[in-house]
């Protein structure tokens, strides 16, 4: 079993930038893929970003691309998100998720994808 917690989120103004991170607990956690996900009041939960945990490579989709960054520290088993040029359209529950399942046709963007979630994090963007 593994435990996700987020931390970093809060209230930013348009145009500010917040790190959000998400630190993994477990012995034997090793994760295929960690991702970002967010729900605005009212909305459906969407991906925001993914990882491919032992080769680094990212995700992300179109609404945060050139604006967001994923990372990792494999040693500290956590992920975190930069967000700049942050909008008011951003304003949202961040939640990190990890997937365990190792499948050549895993689809990153899906949330069905993933088996372990964190709780979640506010971020709200005045304008």
């Known amino acids: 079993q593994a435990q996700l917690v987020e931390s970093g989120g809060g209230v930013v103004q348009a145009g500010g930038s917040l790190r959000l991170s998400c630190a993994a607990s477990?012995?034997?956690?090793?994760?295929?893929?960690m991702a970002w996900f967010r729900q605005a009041p009212g909305k459906e939960r969407e991906f925001v970003a993914a990882v491919r945990w032992n080769v680094g490579s990212t995700y992300y989709a179109d609404s945060v691309k050139g604006r967001f960054t994923i990372s990792r520290d494999s040693a500290k088993n956590t992920v975190y998100l930069q967000m700049n040029s942050l909008k008011p359209e951003d304003t949202a529950v961040y939640s990190c998720?990890?997937?365990?399942?190792?499948?050549?046709?895993?689809?990153?963007?899906?949330?069905?994808?993933?088996?372990?979630w964190g709780q979640g994090t506010q971020v709200t963007v005045s304008s």
């Open positions: 998720a990890a997937t365990t399942y190792r499948s050549s046709t895993l689809v990153v963007s899906t949330r069905r994808s993933y088996d372990y």
């Open positions: 477990g012995r034997t956690f090793s994760p295929y893929y």
